[in-house]
């Protein structure tokens, strides 16, 4: 699908109707924005904001484990309908959300707005964020409680993180703040392969993916009125996604460089070729779909494969638009 896009580069925004990329046009005189600029960014605004009647796909961290300063940790956002569903939350999802909100114009990404979350397995790299997404909307005025949705265990890892902050949140409500402890609650959902979501604009399907040694790993079918997204999570090669998402409009999967891994040793071998999966299978799953769309996230660079290199990857058996994913991007 070549569709509409927001393309933020190093805090430069562009604007792409079509397949082709253009300047978004003149700087706004939106005063939040000037933070932006303070942190050292160089910030080109759309003159309006993005239309919030339909779908849209914002990468809020694109990353993995590594520690990179361009990358946060995974989380993607899907807004619609006046709504931010978030799947995962790796390190920095709040910080990510608040800059996305911003030179998005999507209210539904600020802070005190973020409520729901689908978690696809609970590796650190995708949960780290977790216990900011409970507390810090929660200190910035989130109105209603949360809903998490995520494997067995996150119920466990739920009720410990609310332990461990137990005198943070002891002193928030009992002291001057006078916060409602009622709205930390978090509404937790274990969940298993099927529909585990639905409301007025949205419906989630989950399904299990193989992801190493993992009992439980979960990918997402998000369906709105305009737009049908899979989201992988992090994945082994799984044949059955193509069928999952068979005429998806968008496809967003994890990869690694598949000319990398050839080069590392036989244990590093071992370990990403089950629980991750190449860009070329990316692309081979892609194309049984049929998705209009690729957008690779999760990317490992295991032996410094390019961008351009994991796209040509994905390329040698996918016929459709694919797209390197970067943070704050916005599909
Ligand atoms: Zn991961
Ligand atoms: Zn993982």
């Known amino acids: 699908m070549c569709s509409k896009r927001w393309l933020v580069f190093c ?4 604007v792409s109707t079509g397949c082709s990329v253009a300047p978004a046009g003149e700087a706004s005189s939106r005063p939040e924005l000037q933070a932006l600029g303070e942190l050292g960014q160089q910030t080109s605004v759309p003159s309006a904001p993005l239309d919030p009647s339909q779908t849209w796909i914002v990468l809020l961290g694109t990353g993995t484990p590594g520690a990179e300063p361009d990358r946060f940790g995974p989380s993607t956002a899907i807004v619609a309908g006046g709504t931010a569903y978030l799947i995962d939350a790796g390190p920095g999802v709040v910080r990510r959300a608040a800059a996305a909100a911003v030179v998005s114009g999507l209210a539904a ?54 332990e461990a902050y137990s005198e943070d949140i002891r002193i928030r409500v009992e002291g001057t703040e006078q916060l409602r402890r009622d709205l930390l609650a978090v509404e937790t959902h274990e969940i298993q392969p099927g529909v585990i979501y639905e409301d007025s604009v949205m419906r989630v399907e989950a399904f299990a993916v193989p992801h190493g040694t993992w009992d439980y790993a979960f990918g997402f079918k998000l369906i709105t009125a305009d737009r049908t997204i899979v989201i992988s999570g992090d994945t082994g090669p799984f044949e059955g996604l193509a069928d999952i998402a068979m005429g998806a409009d968008v496809l967003i999967h994890e990869a690694y460089g598949a000319d ?44 410094g494969d390019t961008a351009d290199e994991m796209l040509d990857q994905v390329r040698l058996n996918f016929s459709g638009e694919v797209a390197y994913g970067r943070d704050l991007e916005v599909y």
């Not at 805090?11 to 562009?14: A, D, K, N, P, R």
């Not at 799953?285 to 690779?296: D, K, R, S, T």
């Open 260 to 303: 990398g891994l050839s080069q590392r040793q036989p244990g590093v071998q071992r370990y990403h070729s089950t629980f991750h999966t190449s860009a070329i299978k990316v692309g081979e799953i892609a194309e049984q779909a049929g998705v209009g769309m690729v957008i690779l996230y999760h990317q490992l660079h295991l032996a």
């Open 11 to 14: 805090g430069l925004i562009l």
């Open 109 to 162: 990404l600020r802070p005190q707005n973020l409520r729901v979350l689908f978690l696809t397995h609970l590796h650190s790299d995708h949960t780290l964020g977790y216990p900011d997404l409970m507390l810090s909307p929660w200190v910035l005025g989130r109105a209603r409680s949360m809903q998490a949705y995520g494997p067995p265990g996150l119920e466990s890892m739920t009720s410990l993180l609310l």
